[in-house]
């Protein structure tokens, strides 16, 4: 039996991709390893965003060439978003791949697996595929999308749109509907990817030239999947999209969010329910009305702001103000009280001045923002800001960088502090590594590999389960605590 090793790099919403496309493998009989060594096949699955993202990419994709010298690999396969973006150069300068896929070929992985092996799928295969996109049809229909709107599954519309501004492909939408994911995150938590692409048009970003235009997919397909996934042990589901607080726009005429969250806190075993990638534009009073009367809906809000200078925001297109920014801000603290706010910034923006970044450090220290990532502008090809003038040099950004960290460090660091003698709920992820860790796990404040954790230094828990923990201890990164109670 023939193994393969997929590596996956970037964000959660490439992270599906990867599951899909190791979901797909292991049904047809591959057999997945974690030692690339071992592979006869190794897929790389790119991240292509900004900069150093291609270039940890490109420095996978090398050493993985490697193993066809010195292993038994006998296939490289480069897939993502920076096969998507750099395709043609990709395959001109990259001879040690045997294959350069971009997102649509997500659903034919195992066709391309096939041919490089010198195998010929079975017709059983072919046909259970066929029967999982009936199902997915039929569960779209049931949905009440009407019958003269060309199925988001497909992406027929989009790819036509998008073929006439150079694309030519998409991901496709049929994905995740029965199960067929090979999860590389904990048994019980899952990302649910709601919608692809984007229409934002930030002047920074590369995203809309890599996934095209926004398309969310069917609430009835979403639920499908999100059932599929809590029989089989998941309890936390993390929504992900380009941008969350848009899905259903273009599927049904309005924002549909809100619903689509009612509808999943229904499942009876799923206990979390994360919000991520929400743009501050979009979300509105009704979103947060669910948040608040919505038990399972974890208190705590993924909000990218970017920037509070007017001037820079505008530069961004970001279609908010810095006012609309602190307005909405109050409107969620005060509309679902004890909720964590993550946001993430750019510094170095082009035409970012000391003043400019004197106004966000203020603004940061006013706002106290429970969670807080920061990156320093990327130039990337094809956007607008790329020709900006005001480029910012990178000794500024970094010293830019270095110095708003530190200040969230110690907002952070307070927080923290003032936990200790508090309990808190905890979702255990795994056991602890060292002495004295016995378990791993995240407060409702804590979204999985960007935020901090939850140390467990006593008491008896498994993976996946809920615990109280009394807080013994912190710093600015992590809680520490032992457990009291499990909840039932």
């Not at 009989?29 to 006869?40: F, P, S």
């Not at 049809?137 to 049931?142: H, L």
């Not at 709920?425 to 901090?452: E, H, N, S």
């Amino acid at each position: 039996m023939e193994t393969i090793h997929l590596i996956s790099l970037g964000c959660p919403k490439n992270l599906v991709d990867s599951e899909r496309m190791l979901g797909l493998l292991e049904r047809s009989g591959y057999a997945l390893t974690e030692e690339a060594e071992e592979a006869d096949v190794v897929i790389v699955n790119t991240c292509g965003f900004i900069a150093p993202a291609k270039e940890e990419s490109l420095s996978v994709i090398f050493e993985a060439a490697r193993l066809k010298e010195e292993g038994r690999c006998r296939a490289l396969i480069v897939a993502g978003c920076l096969s998507q973006r750099y395709g043609d150069t990709l395959r001109r300068e990259l001879p040690e791949a045997d294959a350069i896929l971009g997102l649509s070929d997500v659903e034919r992985i195992v066709a391309h697996c096939d041919r490089l092996l010198g195998h010929r799928r079975s017709k059983g295969f072919t046909a259970e595929c066929a029967a999982e996109k009936g199902q997915v049809k039929a569960a779209v229909e049931k949905s009440g999308v009407g019958s003269s709107q060309p199925l988001p599954f497909s992406a027929t519309s989009a790819v036509s749109a998008v073929k006439t501004k150079g694309f030519s492909s998409l991901p496709s939408e049929a994905i995740c509907s029965n199960g067929a994911r090979h999860l590389l995150t904990p048994k019980h938590s899952a990302y649910l990817r709601i919608a692809d692409g984007c229409d934002n048009h930030c002047s920074y970003c590369a995203i809309p030239l890599i996934r095209g235009p926004y398309r969310s997919r069917p609430e009835a397909a979403l639920i499908a999947e999100a059932r599929a996934l809590c029989e089989q042990g998941v309890r936390e589901l993390n929504l992900i999209a380009q941008d969350t607080t848009r899905y259903g726009e273009d599927l049904y005429g309005e924002p549909r969010l809100s619903g689509l969250i009612d509808a999943l806190s229904k499942l009876d075993d799923l206990c979390w329910i994360r919000l991520l990638y929400t743009h501050p534009a979009h979300f509105s009073q009704d979103l947060i009305g669910c948040i608040a009367r919505n038990e399972k809906v974890c208190r705590y809000v993924d909000l990218p702001i970017q920037h509070i200078s007017d001037p820079l925001l505008r530069a961004m297109n970001r279609k908010v103000t810095g006012d609309d920014i602190r307005n909405l801000m109050q409107r969620l603290r005060s509309g679902v009280p004890g909720i964590a706010l993550r946001t993430s910034l750019i510094v170095g923006f082009p035409g970012e001045t000391d003043a400019h970044f004197e106004e966000l450090l203020d603004f940061v220290a006013e706002a106290r923002f429970e969670r807080l990532g920061a990156f320093t502008y990327s130039r990337e090809e094809d956007t607008p800001a790329f020709a900006f003038d005001d480029q910012v040099p990178e000794e500024v950004k970094r010293e830019r960088l270095d110095r708003l960290m530190m200040l969230q460090q110690e907002i952070t660091a307070e927080r923290h502090e003032s936990l200790i003698g508090t309990r808190v709920q905890v979702l255990v992820d795994r056991p602890g590594d060292q002495a004295p860790i016995r378990w791993v796990g995240r407060a409702a404040w804590d979204a999985p590999d960007v935020d901090g954790q939850v140390l467990i230094t006593q008491g008896d828990a498994l993976p996946g389960d809920f615990v109280s923990v009394a807080i013994t201890d912190a710093d600015a990164y992590d809680l520490w605590g032992t457990i009291e109670s499990e909840k039932v």
